[in-house]
């Protein structure tokens, strides 16, 4: 199986995102988010920047994301390892991210975003990973063995 395409197909099929962030003294946070994806590279979420992984990434912007499916009988199971910078995003990062976000969400049976839902005084904001590489587990060399791919 071509762990490049074994990568797409996780990414595309998932709506769920795990973000690991790390706070000023580097103790671990995770947290699973909705997202939207800009291709394989770019991802996109809402959340309150008051929020344990908001403060994080304000303070160190350095990302890891993981995307897998949790409904998959067990060990079967295939995830995409990412690694990245996240960012809140404002002015024309903003108003083209929050269009994806928001076409995305509707496409998944949510509701529209705007911007009053992510700009002040309302509580949520608009924010982005821009992943630098992903990894999956090679199942031919087991355990736990990532290897380094493309989608």
Do not use: C, K
């Given at each position: ?8 197909d996780i990414l595309d099929s998932n709506m769920y995102v795990v973000i690991a962030t790390a706070d000023e003294a580097g103790g671990p946070w995770a ?25 994080n990434l304000a303070a160190r912007p350095h990302v890891y994301l993981v995307v897998f499916d949790s409904t998959v009988p067990i060990g079967t199971g ?74």
């Amino acid at each position: 199986m071509n762990l490049d395409e074994v990568a797409r197909d996780i990414l595309d099929s998932n709506m769920y995102v795990v973000i690991a962030t790390a706070d000023e003294a580097g103790g671990p946070w995770a947290s699973p988010v909705y997202f939207a994806a800009d291709g394989y590279h770019q991802f996109y979420w809402v959340s309150s920047p008051d929020v344990q992984h908001s403060r994080n990434l304000a303070a160190r912007p350095h990302v890891y994301l993981v995307v897998f499916d949790s409904t998959v009988p067990i060990g079967t199971g295939q995830a995409v390892y990412m690694s990245g910078t996240a960012e809140q995003l404002t002015g024309a990062e903003l108003d083209r991210g929050l269009e994806l976000y928001s076409r995305t969400a509707v496409g998944h049976g949510g509701r529209p975003f705007t911007a009053a839902d992510v700009r002040e005084p309302a509580p949520y904001r608009l924010y982005r990973a821009t992943v630098t590489r992903h990894w999956v587990l090679d199942r031919e060399n087991p355990p736990d063995h990532r290897v380094p791919v493309t989608p």
